[in-house]
């Protein structure tokens, strides 16, 4: 059944709800801004089609379904763009407000550049290509997620998400991957603090891992061909199958499997349970365990 197609060319909109329920729409060249400081512009709306946007405004993609986005700026007064908002489409876009995706499915990003606190959270089926991403907790509980070349900054990111999966790109991150599940991380750089604890069914493969007492107390954890560097006091209580193509610091008793390491510089034993796994050190053999 075909549609006749609502245009919007060159407007401004500032009032409450401006265009609250469209559907079948193309806006070009739109500006949400002004005086009025109206919110939930396209709330609620159907198929709609969004190039050379300004939105200023707060609340303005709520409860949408098929939504294309293009060449267009969420600014930073902008707050909670996209929730409960489905069939997402966003291409050579930034999103710099606060919360600016929530509990949204089906959404690809591609060629973005990304700077919200708290972003992602509870979402799912969400796709992020060739973007940048800077902000706190992002990805909070969100689960079905796929990163490709992402660059992405900020403490606390990916905590509870399930079933994702990383393909190249440079997370500069704290405190990533907590209580995650079902992670698989492939040819990135994943530098910071205490990666991964709690984590159950994280697989890196190809991967620079940097900073301190990554990988602790996790089930199913699983490394191939990894670079460790600058850290100390790995694998502390994990079920680990590990090997790592560099020396590592140090590692603290971990509680199964197998770990082959070029070199290391200490085996720490303070643990009560104590050191369950292998140890295989392939420059001096002399150390394994």
């Not at 909109?13 to 009025?36: C, K, M, Q």
């Not at 998400?161 to 393909?167: A, G, K, P």
């Not at 209580?237 to 610091?249: E, L």
């Amino acid at each position: 059944m075909s549609h006749t197609t609502t245009i919007i060319h060159n407007r401004n909109f500032d009032e409450e709800r401006a265009l609250y329920g469209i559907s079948h729409a193309t806006l070009e060249h739109v500006n949400f801004a002004g005086p009025a400081d109206g919110e939930s512009a396209l709330k609620e709306c159907r198929d709609i089609s969004v190039s050379n946007a300004n939105f200023e405004l707060r609340y303005p993609l709520w409860h949408t379904d098929g939504v294309t986005l293009a060449d267009s700026v969420f600014t930073d007064s902008c707050r909670a763009a996209l929730w409960y908002t489905t069939d997402v489409r966003i291409r050579s876009s930034k999103l710099l407000g606060i919360k600016a995706l929530r509990e949204c499915e089906d959404v690809i990003i591609d060629d973005c550049e990304v700077d919200s606190q708290e972003f992602g959270w509870s979402s799912r089926n969400v796709s992020v290509r060739n973007s940048s991403i800077n902000g706190e907790y992002a990805f909070l509980h969100a689960r079905d997620l796929r990163l490709e070349n992402v660059v992405f900054s900020g403490k606390y990111s990916f905590q509870y998400v399930e079933n994702l999966v990383i393909e190249g790109g440079h997370f500069d991150t704290k405190d990533a991957f907590w209580h995650a599940r079902n992670v698989s991380v492939r040819n990135a750089t994943l530098k910071g603090e205490y990666l991964g604890w709690y984590s159950d069914g994280l697989t890196l493969i190809n991967c620079r891992i940097e900073g301190t007492q990554p990988l602790v107390h996790c089930k199913n954890l699983t490394l191939i061909d990894c670079e460790m560097v600058d850290c100390d006091l790995a694998f502390e209580g994990s079920d680990v199958t590990a090997t790592v193509r560099s020396h590592v610091d140090s590692i603290r008793d971990p509680r199964s499997g197998r770990i082959e390491v070029e070199s290391v510089g200490e085996l720490v034993h303070d643990t009560l349970a104590g050191c369950g796994a292998q140890i295989v050190v392939r420059r001096c053999p002399c150390m394994a365990a």
